[in-house]
T-cell receptor
């Protein structure tokens, strides 16, 4: 069983819509959770991190965490073509950080 | 801004060659990591280091070794390159004092092709 699971996609949404990206993890001791964006041929860059249950908003991005369900999500409001990328979920426990395989998002004009 | 640099963006090597991938960070970070990224498999940890001259195996260390002689530099060594080591290699660093905000900063990556 993979430690961090994401739907590989591709997820396709029209411009202006809400994109919803999901991630589940297996280690209940996980402490903090990260969303990275990776454009094709580029390295991952951090979008948001969250460590408390609930929602955390930053501009058009909202991260949601539910530790009881071992679930973290990223919502992108008013999606733009420039949001087209692969989104990596990362989960930190005591000793290390684990990455999901990523969800490829395409925003169509 | 944190800057993590890698010695090459693209590298082509032959089977059996010894390959060195260099990574340098300029933020005085204690932690440094080497990953490889393959389609459908995500980021897989090869080795990491929490201090100078210290190294720990990650999930897929076979066929690789590392060296950390200085705090800012972490090298990945492929002792005898094989075609199944063709991949994107990413170096990352992070602060040990980041607490819950344990962001890893990534270098631009090295796309290695072994023929």
């Amino acid at each position: 069983q993979k430690e961090v699971e994401q739907n590989s996609g591709p997820l396709s949404v029209p411009e202006g819509a809400i994109a919803s990206l999901n991630c589940t993890y297996s280690d209940r001791g996980s402490q903090s959770f990260f969303w990275y964006r990776q454009y094709s041929g580029k390295s991952p860059e951090l979008i948001m991190f969250i460590y408390s249950n609930g929602d955390k908003e930053d501009g058009r991005f909202t991260a949601q965490l539910n530790k009881a369900s071992q679930y973290v999500s990223l919502l992108i409001r008013d999606s733009q073509p420039s949001d087209s990328a692969t989104y990596l979920c990362a989960v930190k426990n005591v000793n290390d950080m684990r990455f999901g395989a990523g969800t490829r998002l395409t925003v169509k004009p | 801004d944190v800057k993590v640099t890698q010695s090459s963006r693209y590298l082509v090597k032959r089977t059996g060659e010894k390959v060195f991938l260099e990574c340098v960070q300029d933020m005085d970070h204690e932690n440094m990591f080497w990953y490889r990224q393959d389609p459908g498999l995500g980021l897989r940890l090869i080795y990491f280091s929490y201090d100078v001259k210290m190294k720990e195996k990650g999930d897929i260390p076979e066929g690789y070794s590392v060296s950390r002689e200085k705090k800012e530099r972490f090298s990945l060594i492929l002792e005898s390159a094989s075609t199944n080591q063709t991949s994107m290699y990413l170096c990352a660093s992070s602060s040990a004092t980041g607490g819950l905000q344990y962001e890893q900063y990534f270098g631009p990556g090295t796309r290695l092709t072994v023929t």
